[in-house]
């Protein structure tokens, strides 16, 4: 009797312990209204119009929705001196976010320990290698948006670090994601798909690769429906458009054609050929399909995209931008790859002609 009494007493003694211990603790920043299991996320890179837009759709989501179960709370604003689109905004873009009640600290060090996941959202694809330094291997999950990287090279880099540091992460163009343009892969109409041509808006950007800043929408989009396995890409660039195309395994081929600003406007579309039928998608953008997959990714570390096709959409890229230099000769992907890598090509990323 004594013995279950003494039990008891400890058990009691214990959990009030605990319970003081819950107040006692250091409380993190978490932001204003935050509810219990809500995931906190910082943004880094606070220079692009995407931190104001995905931060109202996440912090103004009514609770019992699936963006309600995460909280935009803190922002480092980063910036780059030689980036016209990163320098005149980020001051603004800033001070916005910090209006609508979010921690803006000094550093990425500063910012991790107030947040459970981050979104990259630095509009200079350069500094992304840098910053991925920081926060892969911290324990969160990272979003990088667009563009990965703004060259092949450090795109494998960042893919060798999520690899070495087991981080989850991904990286993707709205567009993949926006009304209509997922269904296409599904629909019953189409069948098989053979092969896509999309279309978006191209034009260039200061320190990045021809297609890399702005034609990875509509390269993102053509990867979403048509998949990995592309082979070779041949590109030609006009005063009015970029047209690439790529031969994927077993034969399909997909096409990007590029709108530059001198031929009027551009919008976003998909034609897709399938085994049943030809089916037209033009769609523009829409934020909330991406940053509902990006609040779902947070919480499973399970990616929509994996990182190699991530890599290889930033391969075809490099191998439009090689093609166009070089007059439209065709370009390798595998040969690319292997040189990003720096010799022998993970089992990951070789792809037969007949299928991956």
């Not at 509810?35 to 692009?48: A, K, P």
């Amino acid at each position: 009797m004594l013995r279950r009494t003494t039990l008891a007493f400890l058990a009691i003694v214990a959990l009030t312990l605990s319970f003081a211990a819950s107040f006692l603790r250091p409380h993190r920043a978490m932001g204003e209204g935050h509810r219990r299991g809500v995931i906190r996320i910082g943004m880094v890179g606070l220079d692009t119009s995407h931190v104001i837009a995905f931060t109202r759709l996440i912090n103004q989501a009514p609770a019992d929705s699936p963006l309600g179960r995460a909280r935009v709370v803190a922002g480092y604003p980063g910036g780059s001196d030689d980036f016209p689109p990163s320098f005149q905004r980020v001051e603004r873009f800033t001070n916005q976010l910090r209006e609508m009640g979010l921690e803006i600290v000094d550093s990425i060090a500063e910012l991790l320990p107030r947040v459970d996941a981050v979104m990259l959202e630095s509009v200079d694809g350069n500094q992304h290698l840098e910053q991925c330094r920081e926060l892969f291997g911290k324990g969160k999950p990272i979003f990088i948006d667009k563009p990965l990287a703004a060259n092949l090279k450090d795109a494998v880099e960042i893919y060798r670090l999520g690899r070495a540091t087991s981080t989850p992460w991904f990286s993707a163009s709205s567009s993949r994601f926006s009304p209509g343009y997922p269904d296409l892969r599904r629909d019953q109409r189409i069948g098989k798909i053979n092969g896509v041509t999309t279309y978006s808006a191209s034009h260039h950007a200061p320190k990045h690769r021809r297609l890399f800043f702005y034609g990875v929408h509509g390269v993102d989009l053509l990867f979403a429906l048509m998949g990995r396995g592309v082979l070779e890409v041949q590109a030609r660039e006009t005063e009015r458009y970029q047209v690439v195309t790529g031969i994927w395994s077993g034969g399909r081929v997909g096409i990007y054609r590029g709108i530059r600003p001198t031929a009027g406007r551009a919008g976003l579309g998909a034609l897709v050929f399938g085994e049943r039928a030809t089916v037209y998608h033009g769609r523009g953008y829409d934020y909330r399909p991406l940053v509902e997959q990006i609040v779902r990714f947070f919480e499973t570390g399970k990616p929509p995209v994996s990182p190699e096709e991530c890599v290889e959409v930033m391969a075809f890229l490099e191998a439009a931008e090689r093609s166009i230099e070089q007059d439209g000769r065709p370009v390798k992907i595998q040969d690319l790859l292997r040189e990003a890598f720096g010799g022998d090509l993970p089992a990951e990323f070789r792809i037969s002609e007949s299928g991956s």
